[in-house]
């Protein structure tokens, strides 16, 4: 008996070595692996109608999809789900309500219009939030004077803060939003508001995520004014991990054509947050999108003359490591 349950051991052996030899072996592509797991910029070229991408030196250029003829200006990238998300600014940009959101996959397939044409102005800078577990887009509405927002589906659509009626100095472009970046953890929600070309009408500002009680967008008593007098300030980016608000200025005065910074610390109030004002860089021509990697210490800008720049956190190291690139505008780094 003892010899017998051996052998069947002994064949049970056999043939579960038998079996994993016999089995499919399963394949995988170390190119594949390596390109889902490095990151890389992805950037608007307003003049072709193109998303692009390269790596964050600047090298290996790719276009990603073209055709793109509703003048896009902002991107957000969702690398997790695949998909590059853009914003509209419509062909007759400015005279008319021709705005829209869309995306494609991270190859360039599958265009899908998340917010249909008119139902958004001029929409400008596009970011992906998360707030209150839930992937949400953000955007400037130029011409609209809003910062608006939507479901990555496109549902839920509404007006998180609406400037027509804002108190600011100058040309009816002290009102015109640009730039949007969201602070979910703390809760906040900031924008730029442009103004004239060159005219130093350009100011930044911050409300909650949530509408107050009783309050419209059009009447938020909570909204704060944290920098007035700017030359011409134009997208925004928040990093949590260092609680640094960056952006650039497209004006030619002094003060423009750079990349900026403030440093906000929870419970500072707008006139401790303005203190902290810095240029890192200047010299970039018309600045307009920006991209930061906290881990890699490194931000990016983008200029309309076709400039791509690069520094490290603090502004050193400037360096032009793409030229001639188009029209550029928005830029996203993920």
């Given amino acids: 008996m003892v010899y017998l349950s051996f052998r ?11 079996t994993i030899s016999l089995a499919t072996p399963i394949s995988i592509n170390a190119t594949d692996v390596e390109a889902q797991a490095v990151s890389r910029l992805y950037y608007l070229d307003q003049r072709e109608g193109r998303i692009q991408s390269c790596k964050p030196d600047g090298t290996d250029t790719k276009t990603i999809a073209t055709e793109l003829r509703s003048v896009p200006d902002g991107i957000a990238v969702d690398r997790a789900a695949g998909l590059i998300y853009f914003s509209n600014m419509g062909r007759s940009a400015g005279s008319g309500a021709r705005g829209s959101i869309q995306s494609v996959k991270l190859d360039g397939t599958g265009l899908a219009t998340i917010v249909a044409v008119g139902k958004t102005h001029t929409a400008k800078q596009l970011t992906l939030a998360t707030v209150g577990g839930k992937k949400m887009l953000y955007w400037g509405d130029r011409e609209g004077m809003k910062v608006m927002r939507c479901n990555v589906d496109g549902s839920g659509l ?3 803060v609406d400037t027509a009626g804002a108190k600011c100095a100058g040309s009816p472009q002290c009102k015109h939003v640009v730039g949007v970046a969201v602070d979910a953890e703390n809760g906040f929600v900031y924008w730029t508001q442009k103004g004239g070309s060159s005219a130093g009408e350009g100011s930044i500002h911050r409300a909650g995520i949530s509408l107050p009680a009783g309050a419209t967008a059009a009447s938020r008593p909570d909204v704060q004014n944290l920098l007035t007098g700017l030359p011409e300030p134009i997208d925004l980016r928040w990093v949590k991990e260092t609680g640094t608000l960056y952006w650039t200025d497209r004006a030619t005065s002094p003060g423009g054509n750079s990349v900026n910074r403030l440093q906000i610390a929870n ?7 303005s203190a902290t004002k810095q240029m890192l860089f200047n010299g970039i021509g018309a600045g307009i999108g920006i991209a930061v990697d906290v881990a890699g210490k490194q931000l990016w800008a983008t200029s309309l003359n076709g400039g791509l720049y ?16 188009g029209l550029l505008v928005g830029i996203d780094f993920a």
């Fill in 267 to 273: 419970g500072a109030s707008p006139v401790q947050i």
């Fill in 158 to 160: 509404e007006v998180v």
């Fill in 310 to 325: 690069s520094s490290d956190l603090e502004g050193k190291g400037k360096k032009q490591i793409g030229r001639g690139l």
């Fill in 8 to 18: 069947s051991v002994a064949a049970l052996l056999l043939l579960s070595l038998s």
